[in-house]
């Protein structure tokens, strides 16, 4: 079990929760600012100032008070009526994440939630009860309403959950694995739903997702040079050194180390009459580099975000006094999942371009046409350099900005919104066609290696064409392709290929 030090809670220990569902827990040292928050929230209730979602409204309706005795309902009746998700069930993964993230924002001790509710959420993490959150109905403005309201349903007992496999009414979920809800007390539906947690699941999974893909295109790509006999020249240290920047130096390096004792290199240094390659292979240190250094941009954003309280209003113990104020607004998340889009799709398009190259005879340097055994009896990869195409071109619709759009709600209180939410759900739809982009051209790149015989390609390159062999077969003449793409992709969204190398390749990393 991990045990989450709230404000420090580091990357790599979120993408261990989101990939192998790890449960976790609040440091105890959390529970005193928690603590003193419920504190300063249940005066604040038993007291005749106004205190927005304590004794009033919530929105346009901030104005209306509402009496001592009616608080435990005010907090129900806000959950179930923020109840409207629509669309498909969230995956698990990604909601265990924000759950996680809710509680580390629950742990910063300005919510003025009890103890009770944190240790709840923990218990479901623990025992696995699983909240069915629908996917669509957040805009990220007084934060993802909608999917966090149908996470605390279940916390008191209605909406669904999954346990063990099957799905149950929130109250029974509950009661097989032990737990009982609770009845919420002052401002803690409120807690509970006001916050960005969904929108930063989301996009903290895209993020992982992104730099996983940027590390498989660097073997992708050194694939696909070798294939084509591609100069690499370019790759020198000198030319990334002179240009500075840290994820082109990166990525020409792990190329570098790749292409190691290649023979295939070797074997065109000296008398190749080509002068200069297409900026596809000459130029993915830069392309992807740069996608690399944007990701360490959203990486710190995102890390920021996952520690931060985002609820509304905030308690502030050390003043004395509970604040509205906006942090709850998903501006930043929206900014780091559009950075992510765009790095998902450019990664892609650069990737597209080299299967291009090696299934086109007059650019792949006496390759066979579309790399097939037989060419004419046989259309080798002429539909899956095609089906790369049309994935690339809908990855590069879908890096339209997000945080771009905007639409009054709720009565114009919340009149400008950042649509963080399905900004950061369609990374998952991007990184998927991506994994599918890279798996093709890893395919052709061992296609075209293959062809190269005996001449060897290097012997890092040789071990990861083995891995991927073992699991798809060497076009040898036409078949039924698409499984065999189908585990390319798998391959590509793994680490089979890249452990396979024995390279170290970078690191998700935050900017400085």
């Not at 993802?144 to 008191?156: C, E, F, G, Q, T």
Request: charged share 20%.
């Amino acid at each position: 079990m991990l045990t989450l030090r709230p404000g420090h809670v580091s990357l790599s220990s979120l993408e261990q929760i989101w990939r192998s569902e790890s449960p976790v827990k609040l440091n105890i040292e959390s529970y005193d600012a928690i603590h003193e928050a419920a504190k300063r929230v249940e005066a604040a209730a038993a007291g005749d100032e106004a205190v927005y979602g304590v004794n009033t409204g919530f929105g346009k309706l901030a104005s209306i008070r509402i009496a001592p005795e009616d608080t435990a309902t005010l907090q129900r009746n806000l959950i179930l009526s923020h109840c409207c998700g629509v669309g498909e069930t969230t995956p698990r993964p990604i909601t265990r994440l924000m759950m996680v993230l809710k509680l580390i924002s629950l742990g910063r001790g300005a919510s003025g939630v009890r103890e009770e509710t944190v240790r709840l959420i923990e218990d479901m993490l623990e025992k696995g009860v699983t909240p069915i959150v629908p996917a669509q109905g957040s805009v990220g403005a007084s934060g993802d309403l909608a999917p966090l309201a149908h996470m605390a349903a279940v916390m008191i007992g209605s909406g669904e959950a999954e346990y063990k496999g099957k799905i149950y009414p929130g109250d029974k979920a509950l009661k097989r694995a032990r737990l009982k809800p609770i009845t919420l007390g002052p401002k803690e539906g409120l807690a509970l739903i006001n916050g960005t947690q969904f929108s930063t699941a989301y996009a903290l999974a895209g993020l992982f997702e992104a730099q996983h893909a940027a590390n498989i295109s660097l073997l992708s790509s050194t694939l696909s040079m070798d294939a084509a006999m591609a100069s690499t020249a370019p790759l020198l240290p000198e030319i990334h050194e002179l240009r500075g920047h840290p994820g082109q130096i990166k990525a020409a390096a792990t190329m570098r180390d790749l292409l190691e004792d290649s023979e295939i290199r070797n074997s065109h240094r000296e008398d190749d009459p080509r002068v200069q390659d297409p900026y596809c292979m000459r130029c993915q240190p830069q392309v992807v580099g740069a996608a690399m250094d944007m990701l360490s941009l959203a990486a710190t954003t995102l890390r920021r975000e996952a520690n931060a309280a985002t609820d509304n209003p905030l308690v502030l113990t050390q003043e004395n006094r509970i604040v509205s104020g906006g942090n709850f607004h998903a501006e930043p998340v929206a900014f780091a999942a559009d950075m992510i889009a765009l790095a998902l799709a450019e990664i892609g398009a650069i990737s597209q371009r080299r299967i291009a190259l090696l299934v086109d005879p007059t650019l792949s340097f006496d390759l066979p046409p579309f790399l097939a055994a037989d060419p004419g009896l046989n259309s080798g990869m002429m539909i899956a350099e095609v089906a790369s195409a049309a994935l690339m071109s809908e990855n590069k619709h879908l890096a339209n900005p997000c945080s771009t759009d905007s639409t009054p709600t709720s009565a114009n209180q919340e009149d400008h919104v950042s649509m963080a939410a399905h900004g950061a759900r369609r990374l998952a739809r991007m990184a998927d066609n991506l994994f599918h982009i890279l798996g093709i051209e890893i395919f052709c790149g061992a296609e075209g290696i293959r062809h190269r015989a005996p001449i060897k390609t290097s012997t890092a390159l040789q071990a990861a064409i083995k891995t991927f062999g073992q699991e798809v077969e060497p076009l040898t003449e036409d078949r039924f392709l698409a499984p065999s793409l189908k585990i390319a992709a798998d391959l590509a969204r793994g680490t089979e290929l890249i452990d396979a190398t024995k390279i170290d390749f970078p690191k998700l990393e935050t900017a400085a």
